[in-house]
């Protein structure tokens, strides 16, 4: 049996951010969102969560291009010392202060903790986590994010690695993209290892990371071609332009669009015509 999460990014940035996710979901194209907790339409995306109960909703951890829920005065070492009231805006200036280690993990732990329990205290269930451009992939970002779920009551997280079948599966992606993702995956063992330690439940792996920006019709029935047997994610980051997401910091606008329109145009037909692909979501794991 193959089943397959189909989680959309970013709900709570932009009002067709939110417009997008609840749309593919009544239409059977989606099957997750993960939250920002800090996101600027935080607010009317859980009144649409709760007009669309079957839609199943994640934290989506901001570490990084973004603001605290917390006063920045109890995270210091997580705000940019040129902007305190704000994060790093970028992920090499976060991980590069990581490793110098000017950035401490009891302010992460702290920081998640504050970020689900916001999204909890909205009355969702929160079925997972998740972080803003995959920070979580390394160990001295996922050890805190782990304590913070489990503190919080959540028991799964996305697992950030994409297989080979899938990178094989993405042609177009560009150099620089695909540099990336197999730099992440080098934390594969890493993650399997605390994953376990914390007891926690995940995929068998993500697809469409390095599609990222260029996941279409075709890039997306590739994919499905391509996946085997288990319990994959599929990380989408669909939308509708608007002055919003033109003001948001992102490289992700034009793209969006395309990812909805993608979505809509293969998934509920894959669904429909191949019995041995379920789409389900994180609450289903342990099923």
């Not at 059977?28 to 607010?43: D, E």
């Not at 199943?56 to 210091?76: I, M, Y």
């Not at 998934?267 to 794991?285: E, R, V, W």
């Amino acid at each position: 049996m193959k089943r397959l999460i189909i989680n959309a990014d970013d709900f709570g940035l932009a009002p067709g951010v939110n417009r997008a996710i609840i749309e593919l979901q009544q239409a059977g194209a989606l099957s997750s969102a993960t939250l920002m907790a800090n996101g600027p339409f935080f607010s009317p995306a859980v009144y649409m969560a709760f007009a669309q109960p079957s839609l199943a909703v994640g934290c989506h951890v901001v570490l990084v291009d973004g603001s605290p829920c917390l006063r920045p005065a109890e995270v210091p070492s997580l705000v940019d010392p040129r902007s305190p009231s704000s994060f790093r805006n970028t992920v090499g200036s976060f991980f590069a202060d990581l490793l110098r280690g000017r950035i401490r993990e009891e302010e992460i732990e702290a920081e998640a903790v504050a970020q689900i329990r916001r999204v909890q205290s909205s009355g969702i269930t929160v079925s997972h986590i998740d972080s803003h451009k995959h920070v979580h992939a390394f160990p001295r970002v996922l050890a805190p994010l782990l304590r913070a779920a489990r503190q919080c009551g959540v028991r799964c997280v996305r697992n950030p690695f994409e297989p080979w079948w899938s990178l094989k599966a993405t042609r177009p992606a560009g150099t620089v993209r695909r540099m990336q993702v197999h730099v992440m995956r080098t934390q594969g063992r890493a993650f399997s290892r605390l994953t376990r330690e914390h007891d926690m439940m995940t995929a068998d792996g993500s697809m469409g990371l390095l599609a990222t920006g260029v996941l279409d019709d075709s890039v997306l029935r590739s994919l499905l071609r391509a996946m085997p047997t288990g319990t994959w994610e599929l990380v989408c980051h669909p939308g509708y332009s608007d002055r919003a997401l033109d003001e948001a910091r992102t490289r992700l606008r034009a793209s969006r669009e395309v990812e909805r329109s993608a979505l809509l145009a293969v998934i509920p037909d894959a669904i429909k015509n191949d019995s041995g692909l379920a789409l389900i979501d994180f609450h289903q794991l342990s099923d």
